[in-house]
Nanobody
Framework: QVHLVESGGGLVQAGGSLRLSCAAS????????MGWYRQAPGKQRELVAA???????VYGDAMKGRFTISRDNAKNTVYLQMNNLKPEDTGVYYC?????WGQGTQVTVSS
């Protein structure tokens, strides 16, 4: 069992920044990837970024160059630094690990 708790969402103006955190507990495997996904109203959930146990990262095309994912295995926490936010980044951001999901944190970017 894995328990994931996201935090750090909020309302920000376009061009601003937010840093999301996801604290994991339970059967955490540092060798497994952790990821951030988002879901905008009326749209399917999409990959934002993921980081493997060896630190390898992958990003959604729309996030490249603006978002940075990182993880602290000692703290069982994964972070998502989001810069130059755009209104289209609005949505609920979810953390995922080994098929388990957090409850999500809302990010709203105003124009």
């Amino acid at each position: 069992q894995v328990h994931l708790v996201e935090s750090g969402g909020g309302l920000v103006q376009a061009g601003g920044s937010l840093r999301l955190s996801c604290a994991a507990s339970g059967s955490i495997f540092s060798i497994n990837a952790m990821g951030w996904y988002r879901q905008a109203p009326g749209k399917q959930r999409e990959l934002v970024a993921a980081i493997a146990g060896d630190g390898t990262t992958v990003y959604g095309d729309a996030m490249k160059g603006r978002f940075t994912i990182s993880r602290d295995n000692a703290k069982n926490t994964v972070y998502l630094q989001m810069n130059n936010l755009k209104p289209e980044d609005t949505g609920v951001y979810y953390c995922e690990h080994r098929g388990y999901w957090g409850q999500g944190t809302q990010v709203t970017v105003s124009s």
